[in-house]
Structure formats: C-alpha cells, structure tokens
C-alpha cells in the first residue's frame, strides 16, 4: 500500500509543489537536485511475542 501512495507523490504531488509555492507564497526557486534515498539494512530482530 505505501508504494501506491509513494506513486502518487513522486507522479502528482511533487511536479505541483513548485508553481504552488512560487504562487502562494511568492517563493522563487532556482536548480533542484534529487537527493537519492539511503535504505538502511540490519540483521537485528526483535519477537512479536511477550512473555510473562
């Protein structure tokens, strides 16, 4: 579920951000670089369980 909303940030949500700050709130932006992401892995795993 979370890669169709990321979809939909990265396809609508994003190419509208600029023109809409440059209108609302009189920002001008000049170059923007996209900042690719890091993905953490660890091998740590922690039980779903509780024990009493």
């Known amino acids: 579920?979370?890669?169709i909303y990321d979809r939909?940030?990265?396809e609508i949500i994003?190419?509208?951000l600029r023109p809409?700050?440059?209108i609302a709130l009189g920002l001008r932006f000049g170059d923007a670089l996209e900042i690719?992401?890091?993905i953490q892995y660890?091998?740590?795993r922690e039980a779903d369980h509780l024990k009493m």
């Open 1 to 3: 579920m979370a890669n």
């Open 8 to 10: 939909v940030i990265k």
């Open 14 to 16: 994003e190419p509208a």
């Open 20 to 22: 809409l700050a440059e």
């Open 36 to 38: 690719e992401d890091k």
């Open 42 to 44: 660890t091998l740590e």
